[in-house]
Structure formats: C-alpha cells, structure tokens
C-alpha cells in the first residue's frame, strides 16, 4: 500500500511503533533529565509570504516549540540542511541566520550539522534540553484543558492558499492580515512556559504544543493517556470568528480548525484544584489561555458540545484529511 494511502499516523501507529525501543511514542523523548526532538519540512512547504530567513527560524521554532511545551529548557541545536547545488551561497547563509538566531533567542546553543545537496531541499533540526517538567500524574475525570492563547490565524492562511476562496478579501482586513503573517513567517514560542512549568509542576498531568493542528493534538492526548475529552471551546479568536462573520461565507468552525496547524502554542492538561491560580498566573505572563474542556474518564470519545467529533487536519503523506 502507497504511504498517500496509509497516512503518516497511521504509518506511526502500525509500523514505526514496532522498531522502537521504547513503550511509548510521545512529541519529546525525555530520559535521565534530557530531553530530545528532532522537527523538519521539506522547502517545498515554502510559499511567496515566507523568506529563507523565515525558512531557518521556523525550522528551529517547530522543535523549540515541541521542546518547551513538554516542560524542557533548550540546551542545544543541530540541523541537517539538503539545498540544490545551484542555490546561491548567500541565500543558504540567509536560512542559517534565521536558524541561528532562533536558538539565540531562546538562550540555547548551535553546535553543528549537516549539509546535503539536494533539488527539493529540506530542513531538519535536532533539539536537546533540560526536562523541568517530570510529572506521572495520572489522568483523572475532571483534569482541565488549557490552551495557552486563541488561535484561528494560521486557518485563514492555509485556507486560503488550498482553497478557492479569498479570505482576506474585505478592506479593513490590513491590520488582521498582518497578524496571520507574522504567526506564518516569524512564530514565536512563549518562554514564560518554563516559568509556568517550574511554578505549577506537580499539578500538571500533560502538555504538549498543538503545531500539528489543535484536533491531531487532542487525538493525541486522547491515545497517549487513553482519556475520552470533552471539549467546549475550540480556542478560536474572537477576532478571528467576527471577522468570518463579515466575510458571511457559512464557514463552520470545524473546518476552520482543520486548516489549523503552526500556531505554536500548547494544550496544558492540570488538577481542577489549580485552575484559577494557574489562569490567573498566565494572564500575569502575557499569555490569554482559554479552557477548552476536561477529561472524562467515562467515554473514550472526543467531543465537543457532546457531539463526537472526526479528527481532521494535516498529514505529511495524505496532505489535508
């Protein structure tokens, strides 16, 4: 069977699984203190909008992200780099600038790689950190769901582009715009994650970031704590829906969130008894968390507004499902 017939996940689930010499799979492999990622794009993800600046800081946020929504302090990067031969040398030094401030940014250390020549190209960018975030809390009916800010900018990106449909066609969209493209080109992680982990530590169950689209995100705490989830909110900017109210294109929500992917922020699963502290404690850190829901011990669904949900969004063999 073709691989655009399988499915990255389901690939995962089936195949790669069996080679492991782990139990479990999960976004950052932590063991004795460290934590390791590795994250990577093909350059034909790049579109007009996105520079190889842009191209090199990206290829450093998406393992960033991993590494620090799962309670890790970046130590050190590596990358392996495949790039036509034609390419100009400047032009590779542009998409190392990116990458190499990134991990700057971050107060971590680029310590090397690898070069490839290649027609496609690609980037594949290797993390390691220090786990703060060491909990083995186990799952209870009632843990609460946190997102760390709205999304939906993304969505309006990449609905656009796969799309026929202009989304950024009113004209009081400029300021709205610019948002959208400041998340696609230049994301940024939230360092005050670490903060919030160090603080709230021994009342976190889970957390892992949702770059990979809010509902592949929440499958996968669906699986990996074998929990049922109760969603009530899927974390879309208000800016965002009123915006889509004026565009009055009958847009559901869901596939709004199919579209999702790239904002790089994270779900936090924690005890009930700590939802107003740690709220409030977010808030003191810049960010504008929202509760999507709760684990419910009882089912072993997704749902939101106890309605069953389909999982949907980007997979790297089948494109958008």
């Known amino acids: 069977m073709k691989l655009k017939e399988i499915g990255e996940h389901e690939f995962i689930d089936k195949v790669l699984k069996k080679y492991l010499d782990i139990k479990k799979l999960d976004d950052v492999f932590s063991a004795d203190g460290i934590s390791m990622k590795v994250d990577g794009f093909p350059f034909s993800y790049k579109s007009g909008d996105i520079t190889l600046y842009d191209l090199g800081w990206k290829g450093c946020i998406s393992t960033v992200s991993d590494l620090i929504s799962a309670g890790s302090v970046p130590l050190y990067f590596m990358s392996s780099i495949g790039i036509d031969e034609e390419t100009e040398d400047s032009e590779l030094e542009d998409i190392l600038l990116g990458l190499s401030e990134c991990i700057k940014y971050y107060g971590a ?96 169950v889970y957390s892992t970031d949702i770059s990979d689209g809010l509902l592949i995100s929440l499958y996968n705490i669906h699986t990996r704590l074998n929990v049922g989830i109760e969603l009530k909110d899927l974390g879309i900017s208000d800016e965002i829906k009123s915006y889509l109210d004026k565009i009055d294109n009958d847009l559901d929500l869901m596939k709004l969130i199919k579209y999702g992917g790239e904002e790089f922020e994270a779900i936090i699963v924690i005890r009930p008894s700590i939802k107003e502290e740690m709220i409030n404690y977010m808030i003191d850190l810049g960010f504008n968390p929202i509760i999507l829901g709760e684990i419910d011990r009882e089912t072993n669904y997704i749902t939101f507004n106890k309605i069953h949900i389909k999982i949907t969004g980007w997979d790297n063999f089948k494109g958008w499902f």
């Open 109 to 204: 250390k680029y310590v090397g790689g690898d070069l490839n020549n290649s027609k496609i190209g690609w980037i594949d960018v290797v993390g390691i950190g220090n786990a703060i975030l060491k909990s083995n809390l186990t799952p209870q009916k009632g843990d609460i769901i946190i997102l760390t800010n709205p999304i939906g900018y993304t969505s309006l990106y990449f609905l656009s582009n796969y799309s026929n449909y202009n989304y950024f066609m009113l004209d009081d969209i400029k300021a709205i715009k610019n948002k959208v493209l400041q998340r696609v080109r230049h994301p940024v992680v939230n360092k005050s994650l670490i903060s919030l982990f160090n603080f709230f530590s021994n009342n976190i």
